[in-house]
């Protein structure tokens, strides 16, 4: 086999690397270490090896990539057919081209440029290679996310701060003011003053709330979690809506704030629930809890080896197109009498775990994703 090349920062495989050991496992071993998707394929589609990356995109098991057919992943499985059989031919050594992958359990295809590359002259197998177009792009979003988060943090904290003050004083005014006055109608204005007060009181003390609670780390499991939102929003949701579970068995234990996250996935599936109202009333709304191991994750700029990756899926109407870019945002709600704090809150619990949180969204098909990094 041929020293390998690789493409600057994506990692592309130009050739199979020579220093993949004939002993190991298998030859391919060694393509599990990149963060790009990578299969080893026959000239008729069939699996011969996928990494850990390509199971992790595709969102299935090794054993169930190895019994498919690559081509069957893609919108147009015509053209990969056509370039894998003529790399295998042998007709040219090497193919680039972009294609949509299909994702099980994704609304949406997955923009892909992908790299045929020959193994040997033999033409038995080649080697196709999947960068998502929009990796870098989501990284550079990912950044900005963060530094917005944190400008808002600060916001949050000096402006709650500065409401905190003069709000006490003029709730202390009104109930002096209340037991001074004979008047039922002015005693009435009294204690719309001291309720509005209370209800900003209220308003602050949740903005300030993730800043406030000391982090409580302990054993988590995310199961015990899903089980507890689920039990809070069928109390919540009685009759109309369905809550299912997809449960990876596998999933490891890992250090957090049990408390916090109940909260944070408890915020995003109670909004799920909310925007499923006209679907609760027809009584075909439905909310799945998902959860996946994820391997070789980026989160910001670090890279994981595993990450748990939990999907709160429902079959509402979709995030507003309005708000897409802003729905983390503090205020900032799609639905009416919303106070835009659920997401915010959820974004920061996470995020106080090394994780973050995704969505996708159609009308009839949302999914947010929270993905936390695994020991």
């Known amino acids: 086999m041929s020293a390998g090349r690789v493409d600057g920062a994506s990692g592309s495989i130009a050739a199979a690397p020579a220093a993949i050991s004939e002993d190991s496992a298998t030859p391919y071993a060694a393509f599990d270490h990149l963060a790009t998707m990578v299969a080893v394929v026959q000239a008729d589609g069939r699996c011969a090896f996928a990494n850990a990356a390509f199971e992790s995109g595709l969102g299935l098991s090794r054993r169930s990539v190895l019994r498919g057919v690559l081509f069957d992943w893609f919108v147009d499985g ?51 290679e999947l960068v998502e177009i929009e990796q870098q792009t989501r990284q550079d979003r990912e950044e900005r996310v963060l530094d917005q988060v944190q400008a808002n943090k600060e916001l949050i904290r000096n402006l709650a ?67 507890r939102v689920r039990s809070l929003i069928l109390a919540e949701f009685a009759r109309g809506l369905r809550v299912e579970r997809d449960y990876d068995a596998s999933l490891p234990e890992f250090r957090g704030d049990r408390e916090q996250l109940i909260q944070a996935v408890l915020n995003v599936a109670q909004n799920a629930a909310q925007a499923l109202a006209e679907r609760i009333a027809v009584g075909d709304a439905r909310l799945t809890l998902r959860t996946r191991v994820a391997r070789q994750v980026t989160i910001g700029k670090h890279r994981w080896r595993l990450a748990l990756e939990l999907h709160i899926e429902d ?56 993905v936390i990094p695994l020991p």
């Not at 507003?320 to 919303?338: N, T, W």
Request: proline share 5%.
């Open 78 to 128: 015509r053209a990969v057919a056509d370039t894998v059989a003529a790399v295998a031919r042998n007709d040219f050594s090497t193919s680039r081209f972009e294609g949509l992958l299909r994702r099980p359990g994704h609304a949406e295809a997955l923009p892909v440029h992908v790299i045929v590359n020959q193994i040997d002259r033999s033409g038995e197998q080649v080697i196709v």
């Open 161 to 227: 701060h500065e409401i905190k003050n003069p709000l006490g004083g003029i709730r202390g005014a009104a109930q002096l003011l209340g037991m001074e006055v004979q008047s039922k109608d002015l005693t009435e204005y009294t204690q719309v003053i001291i309720h509005e007060a209370d209800r900003l009181q209220a308003l602050v003390d949740r903005l300030l709330a993730p800043h406030r609670k000391p982090h409580v780390v302990g054993d988590v499991n995310i199961h015990e979690v899903c089980e």
């Open 315 to 370: 079959n509402g109407p979709g995030v507003p197109q309005d708000i897409r870019d802003r729905i983390f945002y503090p205020l900032v709600s799609g639905r009416e009498g919303g106070s835009g704090l659920g997401l915010t809150l959820a974004q920061t619990f996470v995020q106080q775990h090394q994780g973050a949180v995704e969505f996708e969204s159609e009308p009839g098909h949302t999914i947010f994703k929270i």
